[in-house]
Nanobody
Framework: QVQLAEFGGGLVQAGESLRLSCVASGRTFSMGWFRQAPGKEREFVASISASGHLANYADFVQGRFTISRDNAKNAVYIQMDSLKPEDTAVYYC?????????????????WGQGTQVTVSS
C-alpha cells in the first residue's frame, strides 16, 4: 500500500485560489480528493483515472476545481479557484483500487493525513 502526503493547504479569502499537491510513495491507479468539514462526513471532491485522461467531480465543484496528475512524479494535484467559505475542510488525497475514477469512498484503500483549507469570507 502506497503512502500519501498532501501539501498546499492554508488560509485564503473567498474568491482566491489554492493548489493542493499529493505525492505517493509509489505507482498508483486512480486517485481522488475528498474533504471533511467539522461535524460532517467525509465527501468526494474529485477523482482522476490512472492514465489521467478521465476525471469526475462532485456537483458542488461547479467548474471551480481541476484535478490533474503527473505519473512521472507519482503526484496528483487539485487546483481550486473561486474558493468559498463552505469549501473550508480538511482535504484528503486517496489512492484508488481501480484504474477508472470513482466517487465512492469504498474504491480507495490509501489515504493521506490531510491538509487544512480555510476560506474566510
Amino acid at each position: 500500500q502506497v503512502q500519501l502526503a498532501e501539501f498546499g493547504g492554508g488560509l485564503v479569502q473567498a474568491g482566491e485560489s489554492l493548489r493542493l499537491s499529493c505525492v505517493a510513495s509509489g505507482r498508483t491507479f486512480s486517485m481522488g480528493w475528498f474533504r471533511q468539514a467539522p461535524g460532517k462526513e467525509r465527501e468526494f471532491v474529485a477523482s482522476i483515472s490512472a492514465s489521467g485522461h478521465l476525471a469526475n467531480y462532485a456537483d458542488f465543484v461547479q467548474g471551480r476545481f481541476t484535478i490533474s496528475r503527473d505519473n512521472a512524479k507519482n503526484a496528483v494535484y487539485i487546483q481550486m479557484d473561486s474558493l468559498k467559505p463552505e469549501d473550508t475542510a480538511v482535504y484528503y488525497c486517496a489512492s484508488g483500487l481501480y484504474s477508472e475514477p470513482s466517487s465512492s469512498f469504498y474504491d480507495y484503500n490509501g489515504w493521506g493525513q490531510g491538509t487544512q483549507v480555510t476560506v474566510s469570507s
